[in-house]
């Protein structure tokens, strides 16, 4: 079942903000956080993971301690628009770890990437011998973050936004 067609109740509501807050939340940690027995928080967990509404637990690494340095967004066109290039397109960025995230869009551009790497000599590899190259890709165009004023820290649960 999807989360947008279950109904989710208040208590389901500040336990997914608890944990997106710390996914390592013991259910006694939770229990104390939201007023429910553990047990009860040991229930409603096990089912909002077993519906998918929350779908996994990772830790947040800082990439520029891990040597990325560089921050990018690149937006690409298509060299055609029909499905087999677009499944190309899609099979290239899932071998890719410097792609960190990837969205299809409408309007000018087909594609806008969120890319990390080490630095201006990775990101010109990275751009004219992985992405240029490609069958798939018609033009590129790269914007280097200067600062990121909000990074995604969780969805908004349990707000009317």
Known sequence: MDAYNMQLDRLDLKLL????????????????RIGLSPSQCSRRRARLEEDKVIRGYRADIDRQKMG??????????????????????????ADLPEVLEAFSLTGEMDYHLKVATKDLAALSHFVNE??????????VKTSIVLN????????AVGTDH
Do not use: C, M, W, Y
């Open 148 to 155: 990121v004023l909000k990074d995604f820290e969780g969805l």
């Open 68 to 93: 990325l340095g560089l921050l990018v967004v690149i937006s690409v066109t298509l060299a055609t628009h029909n499905r087999d290039n677009a499944k190309r397109f899609a099979k290239l960025l």
């Open 130 to 139: 992985v992405l240029l190259p490609h069958d798939s890709v018609q033009h």
């Open 17 to 32: 903000a608890e944990l997106q807050r710390d996914g390592r939340l013991t259910n006694n940690d939770l229990s104390e």
